[in-house]
């Protein structure tokens, strides 16, 4: 049974964050599935994480190629079959049944954009609604603080 970590960015856009919990979720074994709607914000993904430092480099794709079940990170608004972490970024919904489905759910979201937050705590209430267990991360001074549990 998996859970919705909700992922409040203001201190770091998400081209910085993205690819640190990226890391994190490949760390733990987990194929993860980034997805979002908007093609210009994924291939804008797809250019971090080819550009990021050797060391941390992140083997994915873009959805739509003939390898996509091949891809441990792939890049896509497609179903979550297959992968053990859905990050959701650009407001791509995720149900409560993709959450209960996968290990770990991670709801990306910009604090300066009203919409964006507006969008985020619909999906807080519809999953928590739903009987999912969520978190819900703030950056303060850098550093990343649980701020509610549900």
């Known amino acids: 049974m998996g859970a919705a ?13 993205l690819p640190m ?14 997805r979002g709607s908007d093609a210009a914000l994924l291939k804008r993904l797809d250019d971090v994480l080819w550009q990021g430092p050797e060391e941390q480099f992140v083997p ?29 970024v650009g407001g791509a919904d995720v149900s409560a ?6 290990e770990r759910t ?12 507006q ?3 619909g999906q ?8 999912c267990a969520a978190q819900y991360w703030a950056q303060e001074g850098g550093r990343w603080t649980k701020k509610a549990e549900k």
Do not use: N
Not at 5 to 17: C, K, N, Q, R, V
Not at 21 to 34: N, T
Not at 97 to 102: H, I, K, L, S, T
Not at 106 to 117: K, N, R, T
């Open 97 to 102: 049944d993709e959450v209960q489905a996968v």
């Open 124 to 131: 807080w209430k519809a999953l928590t609604d739903a009987g």
């Open 60 to 88: 994915h794709g873009l959805a739509g190629g003939p390898h996509d079940a091949d891809q441990p990170v792939l890049l896509g608004d497609v179903p979550a079959t297959g992968f053990a972490c859905v990050m959701s």
């Open 119 to 121: 969008h985020a705590r």
């Open 21 to 34: 919990l990226v890391g994190k979720a490949r760390d733990a074994g987990w194929r993860v599935l980034v």
């Open 106 to 117: 991670c709801i990306l979201f910009d604090g300066h954009d009203g919409e964006a937050l």
């Open 5 to 17: 970590y909700f992922y409040h960015l203001t201190d770091s856009p998400l081209e910085a964050t």
